[in-house]
């Protein structure tokens, strides 16, 4: 029997309306976990780096994390693989909700999902009954309103349903597949609208087993209190309503500027009675006792979830109060728009309308106000209609697409991809590492264990680091020596970004929500789960031999084998840089030093390609053996020439 | 007449404002009830069930009570608050108008025993792992009439596969299963 996880995986094949049940290796559990770990496996396997994104041969795959179905709680976020359009390289991106779990007790970790079906479809997963359906009447429907309409037609109202809205099926870049209270972002959606794959609904009403169950039932039973306890966990920024951190430090209109002054206490009284007025209540995911998502019912809009700081994003964008925020969101998130890079798309479009690239010829009856051209571009980039056509392919390709001068306020995108709005002074060097060597794309998916910034009173941060159960002692030690307006050094810089990456590469593949662990480190430092007390989790639920060293190895061994995917379809270093104008300051020399030193301690070489030696250590022999084969290591070194790289470099 | 006797009666109490829809009592719920304890997973066994309508704002958690072979007769609807509610929402018996609160395998009804197992719960499972006091537990003392008669869980199982089969022939099947050891 096979603990914890299914051991089986869902295989759908939309050009030939396949559909099969496949049993997986174990030896991959213990080698990758789950998840995101195992979905990159198959990525390698199966899509080799000629594929195009928009290729029936691109995979998207829905994998569940290994610990979701136990009684672990907070595990409950599900993973969504494939490759962007937008990047041409690897896309993930996370849901909570109940989808994972749900998934599990119908029998499988994942389902993978292949070809392009010739109609609009939906795929109905209950338990061993798998059917590939009609979608043709859920043409155009919102996301949400999509799952409640499946839920009626089954007539199973306890199917859990991911689905996309309009922007997914007409293949809009900053499309999202969303689910109950959650929404999976970061180029995920576009790739299940190229397959005309409108939502899944899955009903699974069959056992998860425990290896051994009653030691973790105990622990876990701790957990939920824990966790309820802790002030420093779940998304506690979104019960606040004093927003004073947010339109502080993010930046406003098409990531711009920062404006000063803005906070006020009456604002504040202001604001927090416009939200008071359109919340329903707080909700939580699957088995966590957080509740860090709003029910909002705004008048005239379809009750929808709002998440993290989704609540600001295009009220900072457009320059406009809270209100319009909650209305507009009741739009975006039917037609299933991320809250993130949308709101940077449609203010990127006001300053090319002003700076006269954009005409009332591309937009004919553009508004004035910047409110209603927000809900005006967003019609126009759903349906891409017009210049709607070039903007749903995200600020990158829009701003080369437009032309006439428009790829200059191309500013904020980083592998072509949006990044949140910040702009910041003087550049911070861990930070500097996350944003140009991340495989994840978003800062929030890199970024969570090493706090941001350090503590000036000794006494207040002696007390910080006895209490931080998470960190490797180096770690306190470095926290320590942290003056305020220092920089870490760069042996402490690369260690801090590694560690943080690390932690996302768990938390992804066993399932268990950032809010929890990974991302919740960084302020106060008391995550619930982290690298000392997570092993004993996994363990009794799976019955797997784990410790610390043995759970970082795995990390290390994901992080190595994504690295992989982007590096087999020509990710370099000359890719790695962070968006131009993020800090004002920047520092090339040290820079380039960083950079090295990173490489360097991560066992890859003067490209950010990993060698053979680290690959095979990893157990990860089958992509040196396929770098060799391309060219993309050498047989002898797997280092290509200091020379060739400083050509590289000029260019 | 009996005389009159002291009970405990148990009650969890439900408020629905509080409820954040995380299921945690379901897991838990299938979690104590498992066999061995503990050793699976699967909120479809649970004996509390979340109903739930997001669009609606609907979180109601309904625990398992008793088994009915009949049918209602027709359905009801209220609304409370300006939200509309199924009768279903609040009803807790196990009944063929629905798939709730049965086996998923053997479709044999489930019921809330409120963790009376063994070793004794100091407080339902699911009350203990609802941090938000959408469900809490209380305890207090009535004077009753004589003892009821508390029929086990086998009981309740058995009356189902009667209900289904017939007495005959649940009892020819019991003595067969039992010859063939």
């Given at each position: 029997m096979r603990y914890a996880e299914t051991g089986f995986n869902l295989e759908i094949d939309l050009s030939r309306g396949s559909i099969e049940r496949v049993q997986t290796d174990p030896r991959l559990t213990e080698l990758h976990l789950g998840g995101q770990g195992t979905a990159g496996k198959i990525l390698w396997d199966r899509v080799p780096p000629e594929v195009e994104p928009f290729s029936p041969d691109n995979l998207l795959i829905f994998s569940a994390g290994l610990?979701?179905?136990?009684?672990?709680?907070?595990?409950?976020r599900t993973t969504v693989d494939t490759f962007s359009p937008q990047t041409n390289l690897y896309a993930h991106s996370l849901f909570g909700g109940f989808f994972g779990p749900e998934l599990k007790h119908a029998g499988y970790d994942k389902i993978v999902i292949r070809g392009k079906s010739p109609s609009l479809v939906y795929l109905w997963i209950n338990n061993d009954k798998v059917e590939i359906r009609d979608a043709g009447h859920l043409q155009g429907k919102g996301a949400l309103e999509t799952g409640a309409l499946i839920q009626k037609e089954l007539k199973e109202p306890k199917a859990q349903v991911a689905a996309i809205g309009l922007a997914g099926e007409n293949r809009v870049y900053m499309s999202t597949i969303e689910h109950s209270n959650s929404s999976a972002s970061r180029q995920v959606g576009v790739i299940m609208g190229d397959k005309r794959l409108k939502a899944i609904a899955v009903r699974g009403t069959k056992d998860i087993h425990i290896a051994r169950p009653a030691e973790l039932f105990e622990i876990c039973n701790r957990m939920y209190k824990e966790i309820y306890e802790?002030?420093?966990?779940?998304?506690?920024l979104a019960h606040e309503d004093d927003e004073e951190w947010h339109v502080n430090n993010f930046a406003w209109g098409n990531a711009r500027e920062r404006v000063k002054g803005y906070w006020t206490k009456e604002r504040e009284e202001k604001w927090k009675a416009i939200t008071e007025s359109v919340r329903l209540r707080w909700t939580g995911c699957y088995n966590c006792p957080k509740d860090c998502h709003q029910a909002i019912s705004y008048p005239g809009r379809q009750t929808y979830f709002q998440k993290c700081y989704s609540k600001l994003t295009y009220s900072m964008a457009a320059y406009k109060e809270l209100d319009f925020n909650y209305d507009i969101l009741g739009v975006t998130q039917e037609y299933g728009l991320d809250g993130f890079s949308t709101p940077q798309v449609l203010a990127f479009a006001i300053e090319l309308y002003e700076a006269g690239i954009l005409t009332d010829q591309d937009l004919p009856g553009f508004p004035t106000d910047s409110g209603e051209r927000f809900f005006y571009l967003v019609e126009k980039i759903v349906r891409r209609e017009g210049i709607g056509d070039a903007l749903g392919n995200g600020v990158y390709w829009a701003a080369r697409q437009i032309g006439k001068g428009a790829?200059?306020?191309?500013?904020?995108?980083m592998k072509k991809f949006e990044q949140l709005p910040l702009k910041l002074g003087r550049i911070n060097y861990p930070y500097f590492l996350m944003y140009a060597t991340g495989e994840k794309m978003s800062i929030t998916q890199i970024e969570g264990s090493f706090p941001q910034s350090p503590i000036a009173d000794k006494e207040e941060r002696e007390k910080f680091v006895k209490n931080w159960d998470a960190a490797p002692e180096k770690f306190k030690k470095w926290f320590l020596e942290w003056e305020p307006h220092q920089h870490p050094s760069i042996e402490a810089s690369v260690n801090i970004a590694d560690w943080n990456e690390t932690m996302h590469y768990i938390d992804d593949a066993i399932g268990t929500c950032a809010f929890l662990s990974s991302f919740r480190g960084?302020?106060?430092?008391?995550?619930?789960?982290?690298i000392y007390n997570l092993p004993n989790f996994i363990s009794l639920a799976t019955g797997m031999d784990l410790d610390t060293e043995a759970l970082w190895e795995i990390g290390r061994r994901n992080r190595n084998l994504i690295r992989a995917l982007n590096v087999r379809r020509g990710l370099r270093r000359s890719d790695e840089k962070p968006p131009a104008d993020h800090w004002k300051k920047r520092d090339p020399e040290m820079e380039t030093k960083l950079l090295d030193a990173y490489y360097e301690f991560k066992g890859w070489n003067n490209e950010g390609i990993p060698t053979k030696e680290t690959l095979d250590k990893l157990g990860l022999d089958y992509v040196s053996e396929d770098f060799v084969q391309r060219g993309i290591l050498t047989e002898n070194e797997g280092n290509p020439s200091k020379k060739a790289s400083a050509e590289k470099e000029k260019n | 007449m009996g005389e009159k006797k002291k009970k405990i009666v148990k009650t969890i109490k439900v408020d629905l404002d509080k409820c954040i829809g995380c299921r945690a009592c379901e897991v838990a719920c299938s979690a104590f009830h498992a066999n061995p304890k503990y050793s699976s997973i699967n909120p479809a066994r649970s004996r509390i069930r979340m109903v739930i309508d997001e669009l609606n704002d609907v979180y109601v958690p309904v625990r398992a009570g008793d088994y009915t072979k009949a049918e209602c007769m027709g359905r009801d609807k209220c609304t409370i608050d300006g939200k509309e509610y199924d009768e279903w929402c609040f009803c807790r018996a196990s009944c063929p108008s629905r798939e709730l609160f049965k086996e998923p395998d053997s479709g044999l009804p489930l019921k809330c025993d409120m963790c009376e197992d063994d070793p004794p719960q100091k407080e339902p499972l699911c009350v203990q792992v609802c941090r938000h006091d959408a469900l809490t537990y209380e305890e207090s003392e009535e004077e009753v009439g004589e003892e009821e008669v508390k029929l086990g869980e086998m009981e309740i199982g058995l009356e189902s596969l009667v209900d289904k089969y017939g007495m005959q022939k649940v009892m020819d099947t019991v003595a067969r299963m039992s010859k063939n050891g």
């Open positions: 610990l979701h179905s136990t009684p672990v709680p907070g595990a409950n802790n002030p420093y966990c779940g998304d506690y790829e200059a306020f191309d500013h904020n995108s960084q302020f106060g430092g008391r995550p619930p789960y982290h | -």
